[in-house]
């Protein structure tokens, strides 16, 4: 059995969902064996406490420490947005395979920097969009694919939070505009991904980007405001490659929604309703001929929905997030086994990165934006 050496930078909440994740994935991953050698965060105190908790070999407080660490096969990355590109590259250059959260980068000039330089070393990457690891997502794409919804004629998606809705939240990495934009990166990244996982590329949009709550206090009860340079809702009207079109909003501020990622899919014979706050559902109508008997279904996610089986033998159990982080970490340690990315990887980081890019320019300019 071959080891796969983790370094780990980042011990917050993505930082544990990364460490869990690698650790449930030994259980399933085969032939190659991931083993955490060592965690990094800024905090030593907090580097300390996450190697102990969860079974990393040492820390530290220094980054580049991972980097340098010959024992280190695969560098994940869950720090700030801003550092997303310097760490990954020097993690390339040293011939490590890379994992890094979403958003990839503050722009797609940087993106597709670090997606080109990914592919001349050969290494293998991945980002975080775990969501479309869903075996229901998997199963929605199968569906479109076969023609049970026959031609798509629209796309509605969401990706809804109200984390940053009061004024009182104080300013934060989020908010930084050197590590790109705000909501429509932050969270629209994700549905702009889930949308073409599901339908496609995306030709063409028009954005309208609203920055809500235009100063927020420097730290936790401070009464220094500090401004807000990024958007906290974003609405786009988008076409698709193969000829439908939709609608796309992402806000942090939507208050009363914890997680509402999920979209309908409408086509000339049936239609799918996914929501994230019910992921182990997923909805789906197809017309009939007999009077009467027209509606909404229930998928309910099992066995059959491959890699669920992995999980529990039983249907209708209910996988969770950390279940999707799972998957994801699993099908990358497979994608390094073969030497072959199975996605999303950097260069499809990139692909979203020109939309959230676009997203800018159009609420801007006020036009429409071609890809």
Not at 78 to 85: D, E, G, I, L, V
Not at 162 to 175: A, E, G, I, K, N
Request: charged content about 20%; hydrophobic content about 40%.
């Amino acid at each position: 059995m071959r080891k796969l050496g983790v370094g780990l930078i980042g011990t917050g909440f993505m930082g544990k969902s990364h460490a869990m994740a690698w650790r449930a994935a030994a259980s399933f991953s085969g032939e190659v064996q991931p083993v955490l050698i060592s965690v990094a965060d800024i905090d030593g105190a907090a580097a300390e406490k996450a190697a102990a908790q969860y079974g990393f070999q040492r820390w530290t407080t220094q980054w580049q420490d991972l980097i340098d660490d010959p024992e280190i096969d695969v560098i994940s990355i869950t720090s700030p947005n801003r550092f997303h590109a310097e760490q990954s590259l020097a993690a390339i250059a040293a011939g490590k395979h890379v994992h890094c959260e979403k958003p990839l980068a503050p722009n797609s000039a940087i993106a597709e920097e670090m997606y080109r330089a990914a592919e001349k070393a050969g290494v293998v990457t991945q980002v975080g969009f775990n969501y479309v690891k869903n075996p229901l997502l998997k199963h929605a794409k199968e569906l479109i694919a076969a023609g049970e919804l026959g031609d798509i004629t629209g796309f509605r998606g969401i990706h809804a939070e109200d984390f940053m809705t009061s004024p009182q939240v104080p300013w934060s990495w989020r908010l930084d505009p050197t590590g790109g934009a705000g909501a429509v990166a932050d969270l629209g990244s994700h549905i702009l991904g889930m949308a073409r996982f599901l339908l496609g590329p995306i030709t063409e949009l028009f954005a309208d980007l609203d920055t809500v709550v235009k100063a927020r206090p420097e730290q936790a009860g401070s009464s220094v405001l500090k401004p807000v340079e990024v958007d906290d809702i974003a609405r786009l009207t988008v076409k698709f490659a193969r000829g439908c079109a939709g609608h796309i909003e992402a806000n942090w501020v939507a208050s009363g929604h914890k997680m509402q990622l999920g979209f309908e899919i409408t086509g000339t014979r049936g239609s799918l309703i996914f929501n994230q706050e019910r992921f182990n559902e997923l909805q789906f109508f197809q017309f009939s001929e007999r009077e009467g008997s027209n509606g909404f279904r229930t998928i309910v996610a099992g066995p059959e929905h491959a890699p669920y089986g992995l999980f529990c033998p039983a249907p209708g159990h209910q996988i969770g997030f950390n279940d999707l982080k799972t998957i994801e970490m699993l099908e990358f340690i497979q994608s390094i086994e073969r030497g072959q990315a199975t996605g999303p990887d950097f260069k499809e980081a990139y692909e979203i990165q020109k939309l959230v890019d676009a997203s800018l320019v159009s609420s801007k300019e006020r036009s429409w934006v071609s890809l």
